[in-house]
């Protein structure tokens, strides 16, 4: 099992910036892919950011494509997610993922973190 802790949401004013963590703990999580996704009100979950297992690809959505960074240290088993030039619109719980499969290109995480808020205002 592998359990993730979500940290950093909070209320941001449009234009600003965030930068969320996500600790993840229990088996070593090193070797997994991590991410994030995130799920507004009345709207499904949607994929915003992964990151290998090794740094060395990331892969975001269109949406948040130029504006957030997903970053990871190994040494700390933790995944980042900057987020800048936020707009209204990005307003969601965000949730950390890890581990999974791609199927048909879309990525399938087994673990999830509990989520954390980002509210941006105008």
């Known amino acids: 099992q592998v359990q993730l802790v979500e940290s950093g949401g909070g209320l941001v004013q449009a234009g600003g910036s965030l930068r969320l963590s996500c600790a993840a703990s229990g088996r070593t999580s090193r070797y997994f892919d991590m991410g994030w996704f995130r799920q507004a009100p009345g709207k499904e979950r949607d994929f915003i950011a992964r990151?290998?297992?090794?740094?060395?690809?990331?892969y975001y959505a269109d949406s948040v494509k130029g504006r957030f960074t997903i970053s990871r240290d190994n040494a700390k088993s933790t995944v980042y997610l900057q987020m800048n030039s936020l707009e209204n619109g990005d307003t969601a719980v965000y949730y950390c993922?890890?581990?999974?499969?791609?199927?048909?290109?879309?990525?399938?995480?087994?673990?999830w973190g509990q989520g954390t808020q980002v509210t941006v205002s105008s």
């Open positions: 993922a890890a581990a999974g499969k791609l199927i048909i290109g879309t990525w399938v995480p087994d673990y």
């Open positions: 990151i290998t297992w090794s740094g060395d690809s990331t």
